[in-house]
């Protein structure tokens, strides 16, 4: 019954919505979550990952990631031009507010962002700003004694989605409920701890 419900939720976001950070960031929440509960997809799942090498040739072959990202790549690439200008002062502590908003060939029409989290730190804080994210995010991932599979997944589901666009770190509703879904389970993982014990 919940893969049936992570299965059609997962159909229904993609057709309904279709707005990729959500939806990458709940898939792979999903699989996971399919994965605990369900054999036959663990065995499926290890079929696809011998596969996967192959599937991610004749992927790279047949799409063009750039269209796939919707410019972002087109978007990567200025911002290494523009990380290339940058002093020793800028590297470490940034451009400031706004550095990152550039005119590109592929999004003419107004000033957008790098589209990554991560490319935005740095551009505009700098190295250290982002050591300090990065710092941050690894001890929250390993602050269980006894890491939980959901809660190490919904994590890198949201590292992932801000490498790859602006995700949960930069949309303050969607941070407030990450931290406190991940609070729950924080607490959830002590208090079985302390019933074995």
Not at 67 to 84: H, P, T
Not at 154 to 160: R, Y
Not at 161 to 172: C, L, Q, V, Y
Request: include cysteine; glycine fraction near 6%.
């Amino acid at each position: 019954m919940m893969t049936a419900f992570l299965l059609g939720s997962i159909l229904f976001l993609f057709f309904g919505y279709n707005v990729r950070t959500p939806l990458i960031m709940y898939l792979i929440y999903a699989t996971t979550m399919i994965f605990l509960v369900s054999d036959i997809f663990k065995v499926l799942f290890l079929k696809i990952l011998v596969l996967a090498p192959l599937f991610l040739f004749l992927f790279f072959l047949i799409i063009d990631l750039n269209e796939l990202s919707s410019g972002r790549l087109d978007m990567y690439v200025k911002k290494i031009d523009q990380l290339a200008n940058y002093n020793f002062i800028k590297w470490v502590f940034g451009k400031g507010a706004g550095a990152d908003l550039i005119i590109t060939d592929v999004w003419w029409w107004e000033k957008k962002g790098a589209h990554s989290d991560v490319i935005t730190y740095l551009v505009e804080n700098g190295l250290l700003y982002l050591l300090l994210f990065v710092y941050t995010f690894i001890k929250i991932t390993i602050s269980s004694q006894k890491i939980n599979a959901i809660y190490l997944v919904i994590l890198s589901g949201c590292f992932f989605t801000s490498t790859i666009s602006n995700g949960i770190f930069s949309r303050p509703i969607a941070g407030y409920l990450l931290f406190m879904v991940l609070a729950y389970i924080y607490v959830d993982i002590n208090n079985r701890t302390q019933k074995t014990i």
